[in-house]
């Protein structure tokens, strides 16, 4: 992803005060009252908030990040949380991990940036134990596709059709998506201004914060007032609770 070449303070506002990313999180924690037990896999752990917020629940928490400077940022955001847990730089499909031993796992923002998402998807399944959940965000609609995603070099943006034919080996339990209408409005607006006004989006306006906060605030206002119509399922990010069989 481009985010990740930028310095450590940019990746770190990019998943640390992204309104977004916080909404999901919080969706993410409170799915985790689900799971049979308190050994969690966070796939593609980024820079480790999920891992370090489960970590003060009381999950033993091990993450996993293909990016050598994200999975250190983690591993420090762990550190400094004082959250008992280890961070491996891996791909999730060579780790050789031994079968089904976490009782939870959490792939969030990661699919839509592969080839073959069924492959990360039946190693998750491989590794938990039996009746085990997976927690799975990933972007929601192809018409919502903009700069952003551009930017964050997906793929793809996946339907809900096709989210339940990727998890056809678990039992689903729940799944609905977040962020319609207000914040898909938003995005689209920006979409709309940024190729009209040739601006060139970056990531670099987090770090200036008359811009970051304004964004953050309206944001997350919009996002809580978008949750009355999650049920929906119109909105821009897809939440995913699975059972293996």
């Known amino acids: 992803m481009?985010?990740?070449?930028?310095?450590k303070e940019t990746i770190f506002l990019s998943q640390f005060k992204d309104p977004l990313?916080?909404?999901?999180?919080?969706?993410?924690?409170?799915?985790?009252?689900?799971a049979p037990g308190k050994k969690l896999l966070d796939v593609g752990c980024?820079?480790?908030k999920v891992i370090s917020l489960a970590g003060k629940d009381g999950f033993e928490v091990l993450g996993v990040?293909?990016?050598e400077k994200v999975a250190g940022l983690a591993q420090k955001n762990l550190q400094k949380e004082r959250v008992k847990g280890k961070i491996?730089?891996?791909d999730i499909l060579k780790t050789k991990l031994k079968k089904e031993q976490f009782d939870v796992v959490v792939c969030s923002e990661v699919i839509e940036h592969v080839d073959s998402p069924e492959k990360i998807i039946q190693e998750i399944h491989r590794l938990l134990k039996k009746d085990g959940i997976l927690i799975l965000t990933t972007p929601h609609n192809q018409r919502y596709?903009?700069?952003?995603d551009e930017f964050a070099e997906h793929k793809r943006r996946f339907s809900i059709k096709q989210i339940k034919k990727i998890l056809a080996n678990f039992e689903?339990?729940?799944?609905?998506t977040v962020g319609f209408p207000g914040m898909a409005s938003l995005i689209l607006i920006y979409n709309f201004l940024v190729k009209l006004?040739?601006?060139q989006h970056n990531a670099s306006w987090r770090r200036q914060q008359f811009k970051q906060w304004p964004f953050y605030l309206v944001s997350t206002i919009l996002l809580r007032i978008d949750d009355i119509f999650n049920g929906l399922n119109f909105g821009i990010d897809i939440v995913a609770v699975a059972k293996k069989k």
């Open 46 to 48: 980024g820079a480790g």
């Open 145 to 148: 596709w903009t700069v952003s």
């Open 2 to 7: 481009k985010i990740y070449k930028e310095d």
């Open 197 to 199: 006004l040739r601006i």
């Open 88 to 90: 491996i730089t891996v």
């Open 21 to 34: 990313m916080d909404h999901l999180y919080k969706k993410i924690l409170f799915h985790l009252k689900d």
């Open 172 to 176: 689903i339990k729940k799944i609905y």
């Open 65 to 67: 990040e293909i990016e």
